[in-house]
């Protein structure tokens, strides 16, 4: 279906993030929008059924109809719709509600077919039936693949019925045509909704990550460190799993500014970035604190791999070619993280570890 349009409409169709991560994490961006919508949208619904049975059908439903009506309305679909929309507040039920929610409108065009199959002035029952694939897709709440599924068994069930309780070929024309209005139309405005969706979620995780990445070197930066910080702290906190927080710091780097200008340190800045960020192991987290300073927070480590870990990224830098600037060296403050630590004694204690290694003479690691 998507391929189809593809080649028809003048924008691109949504699709499903390729990326698992991005995915779920626009999943669970989505999720609360759309529990909302299907509590509330599902509580109106029910509450619309049940007003529809007490107006006065008598001059085009003979009262066995009405009858029929009532108990299908009152005792079917008004506690189906209302169960969804309790429900749908509880997130755990979420995979569920959205199960229910597409089998109600089959549910609804089946019981929609059975009495319109007993009524002989059909027209004034029609409507539910086109209201109701427009619903599916445009006003239920469902994503779009269920909603396509959905409208589909629905429209088949419209049709099929329909092909045998109407008598004139002019009049099922007709119906035919109303139904493939509403499935287009909800169809086109359901696929421009998700694909608006997805745009905005694209817009807020690129202004996120603008927010936390610094433009030079396009590590994270100083904004991020914070969020990291609580999160490994709470971490250790609950499951006992240390982790250490480096500090380091480019040697010597305002003379490298003075001596060879700011574009030649800017790119010192930018090769040692990316050196550090391929040097880290894969859990671990590299943020530009501010100026030639870098900090890293290595998670689940003793004092022995920090100490490693730190050797392993001073001797890269040492070892690294800088081009115009030629050798440059860090010094390294280090240490681990204490239960009884605030995040700014944590920092202080690593900043007091590197002003040490600076006063020792640089290029060296000092762990305290």
Known sequence: ??????????????????????????????????????SVISCLTALLYVAFTFI?????????????????????????ML????????????????????ISPVIAMLSHAYIASKLTNIPPFLAEGYLCVFWIFIVSGMTFRYALVSAILSSV???LSAFYYMNLAGTYAIHAFWVFCSF????????????????????????????ITDPLTGVFNRNHLDNVLSQEVGRCLRYNQIFGL????????????????HATGDKVLQKTAQVLSQSIRENDTLIRWGGEEFIVIALEVDELNL????????????????????????SIGTTLFRKNDTKEAL????????????????????YT
Request: proline residues 3%; contains cysteine.
């Open 1 to 38: 279906m998507q391929k189809i349009l593809q080649y028809i409409l003048p924008f691109e169709l949504p699709r499903t993030f390729t990326d698992k991560t991005f995915n779920d994490l626009y999943d669970e961006w989505d999720k609360p929008s759309r529990q909302i919508q299907i």
């Open 56 to 80: 006065d059908k008598s001059s085009w439903a003979p009262e066995y109809v009405q009858v029929l009506m009532l108990k299908s309305h009152l005792l079917i679909i008004a506690p189906m």
């Open 83 to 102: 169960t969804i929309s309790f429900l749908a507040y509880k997130k755990r039920f979420y995979n569920t509600v959205m199960v229910m929610l597409a």
């Open 157 to 159: 069930i419209l049709l």
């Open 184 to 211: 287009s139309f909800g169809c086109l405005g359901a696929l421009i909704f998700d694909r608006s969706r997805k745009a905005i979620f694209m817009g807020q995780q690129e202004l996120h990550r603008l927010a």
């Open 246 to 261: 480096l500090i380091i710091d480019i040697d010597k780097f305002k003379s490298v500014n003075d001596t060879f200008g």
């Open 307 to 330: 100490l490693q870990l730190c050797e392993k990224l001073r001797g890269k830098i040492e070892n690294e070619g800088y081009a115009t600037a030629g050798k440059i060296t860090v």
């Open 347 to 366: 920092i202080s204690r690593a900043d007091k570890a590197l002003y040490e290694a600076k006063e020792k003479g640089r290029n060296i690691t000092v």
